[in-house]
């Protein structure tokens, strides 16, 4: 029996159980330790553990979250262009780089890159995970321009040209074809990618999930008034009839307590409290979960928001527009560890060690005194404590100070101690911060600080190269995805320093992506360098004089021009292939004119000499003509003599044959006397 579709009922109680199962929110463990996270980041725990003592606070967990987020944030906000597309084929270098700059611009221009990237950073850190949501937004703003003394045909054109400019209001003059003022209205398209870094609270994943694209259920819950709702397209009707019973509970969400409490005053989020319709906040779930909707036995992932009980809108969607950072990973599982809290020990040992020191030196300077009973004239003397104040005492032994117990000698080296253990936990040692004074002294060169600090470096390399695989890289990706899939106008963009005109309707589909970061100071001056050294070897050496041309000096300047920070290579380098030929030198062509009148000259003696020569065998070749023909007539006459001789010979024989027959005859007949004459 086929399953029947589901109704928006069944629908919404489906999403709100699996909201309120989910990790992450409200009053859950994660929600909790967020919150203790953020009071150790900012030094509100551990309390004193009674009144009167120091309040020292350790910033240990603060100390490591800064510092590990100001090498990562380092990395990737100091290179311009952190993510670029590798060129799918030797056709594609210019789409390629083209491609390249315009996402970057889309990151750091359109949207905040720096902030965004700094707030991912850090609530991975503080919370396990941070999570930015990427989505393409549907905007336009109107824009009024006045025109004034002008034709109303001029008008007319320019409405005609323009399919988005508006009349709002027109005054005309008496006759109608003059404008005195019209007040037009121009409707512009600003839409874009929006990438929005989400408040740990904000956003909700299912139990046991190992990925996002993996979970059963994954949302962001944000508020929004009914006038953004509207503007965001939904039933104007389904919005104003909304409640939301969550708004004062939501204002006093614990972890947005601890954000602002240091800060803020009061508890609501609603500062007019406006009673218009328009201004009421309501909480929406943008929830996206894997469903069977029509029935059957193909679920489909749905984005479903709803608010309260009411769902404002259901699509099918191809993805979940949610991309996480996770510092700390843990196979297997979407969470990772808390960076924050495993400094939350260290926070807690290192200030009750600095909180005795304190008080021991307090008791020490200002000790408890005893006193004997009747042996102050006035005890209020005493209690003053005035620096040079008198005392006036009955006896000399009426005050003695209370003795005191030493400084234990092992509390600064367990301090050591537990610094040692900070750096291997958090992998930010002194050396990699320039703290090592053993280190960093005259008797070790340059280049063996910089290796050290290298070495020590390699958990903040090990967490900078998961940001860049694991949230770089597929943030980029859905950047070029969504402009490709919704930017339907050319741009004109900045590439290497020159503007040039795009058009990401034909842009390929690329999957491929190169995150170039480099951690530490030098790094990138040793990076140019690199290429420096490439250029002078390649150069120098004559068996690569052939390999090694214009062209390819000019991509090695290129590269390590950029290594070292320069974004307008083409403000200092010029490509070849756009330098015009190079005028001739004027030396040069003399010595040209020489060499071709000469060439001409010798040309010029060749010729005539080919010509008597040619004079000469044509000569030769006339009497060796004649010579030829008259010793073929010999030859004719000889064998025309000879050819008469044989006749005669032949005319002779026949002649004597005949005699002799004759004769023949004659003697048979007995007749000797015939004499055989030709008739």
Known sequence: MPERPLTDDHIVALLQEGVRLSVGFSESKLSKERQDAMRYFMGELPKPLHQGSSRYVSMDVYDGVESMKAQILEVFSANHEPVSFPPLNAGDVEAARIATAYTNYVFFRQNNGFRCMAD???????????????????????EELEMTDADLPELEAHLAQNENVKVKSLDLDETGVRVHRAVLTVERNKSQVRIECLPPEAFGISPRATSIDAAELVFHRHFRTVSQLIRDGYDPKKVKELYDNENIWLSTEPELLVRFEQTDDIITKDVLNSDQTALKTVMVYECYTTLAIDGGDKADLWKITFAGDTILDKERVSEKPFIAFVPLPRPHSFWGDNFAMLLRPLQNARTALVRSIIDHTLIT????????????????????????????????????????????????STIEMIDSDKEQRTGIS???????????????????????????????????????????????????????????????????????????????????????????????????????????????????????????????????????????????????AKLPPPPPNPMQQAELAMKQADAAMKQATARATIMQASASVQDDQQARQLEAAKVLGETQRAQQQTELARMQFLHQMAVDAAEIALQRDAEASGNLEGIAKPK
């Open 120 to 142: 991912v950073i850090h609530d991975g850190l503080i919370g396990r995970a941070g999570v930015a949501k990427i989505f393409w937004e549907e905007k336009t703003e109107e």
């Open 430 to 576: 002194r050396l990699s911060q320039g703290l090592n004074k053993d280190a960093i002294s005259k008797q070790n060169s340059a280049e063996m600080v910089q290796e050290l600090v290298s070495v020590s470096q390699i958990r903040q390399k090990i967490v900078a190269r998961m940001f860049a695989e694991t949230f770089m890289k597929p943030l980029f990706e859905r950047i070029y995805a969504l402009v490709v899939e919704n930017e339907s106008r050319s741009r004109i963009v900045e590439v290497a320093g020159a503007w040039v005109e795009m058009d990401p309707t034909q842009w390929p589909d690329r999957h491929d992506l190169v995150v170039d970061f480099a951690l530490g100071y030098g790094e990138k001056e040793r990076e140019a360098q690199k290429y420096i050294q490439i250029g002078t070897l390649l150069g120098s050496n004559p068996h690569f004089a052939r390999m090694f041309g214009e062209h390819q000096q000019y991509n090695v300047a290129v590269k390590a021009l950029r290594a070292m920070g320069i974004k307008d290579v083409s403000n200092y380098l010029v490509n070849p």
């Open 365 to 412: 300077n200002n000790p408890r005194y005893q006193v004997v009973k009747g042996g102050l004239a006035n005890p209020k003397e005493l209690m003053e404590n005035r620096i040079g104040g008198i005392i006036n005492v009955l006896r000399p032994d009426s005050i003695m100070a209370m003795p005191q117990a030493g400084l234990n000698p092992f509390i600064f």
